[in-house]
Nanobody
Framework: QVHLVESGGGLVQPGGSLRLSCVAS???????????YAWFRQAPGKEREGVSC????????SYADSVKGRFTISKDNAKNTVYLQMNSLKPEDTGFYFC??????????????????WGQGTQVTVSS
């Protein structure tokens, strides 16, 4: 079971930036290098939606159309940390952001059903 802890959320004005971090740990000591990671978000009254994904294999990435060109996902295997750099933030980016992981190195997916390990989330609010 992978334990995920997100941080970096907060209140930012439209057009601003935030960087979310997700630190992964695994009690049994198995390497986390073979996990695919993703960021999801959920706004009040809306379904959880995939934002971005990065696979373990070759670092393939995927982005929701709504964030392409503004958000960048990356990871640091040495630190077991996944990042989501969010630029040019819009009010519609407001929501609770979750980090998720799946033990499939070649998975590239923005479908929440493909991920079974979830963090507690961090709130992002974009408002003037």
């Amino acid at each position: 079971q992978v334990h995920l802890v997100e941080s970096g959320g907060g209140l930012v004005q439209p057009g601003g930036s935030l960087r979310l971090s997700c630190v992964a740990s695994e009690a049994s000591g198995f390497t986390l290098d073979y996990y695919t990671y993703a960021w999801f978000r959920q706004a009040p009254g809306k379904e959880r939606e995939g934002v971005s994904c990065i696979s373990a294999s070759d670092g393939w990435t995927s982005y929701a159309d709504s964030v392409k060109g503004r958000f960048t996902i990356s990871k640091d295997n040495a630190k077991n940390t996944v990042y989501l750099q969010m630029n040019s933030l819009k009010p519609e980016d407001t929501g609770f952001y979750f980090c998720a992981a799946a033990p499939h190195a070649e998975l590239v997916s923005l479908n929440p059903v493909d991920f079974h390990n979830w963090g507690q989330g961090t709130q992002v609010t974009v408002s003037s």
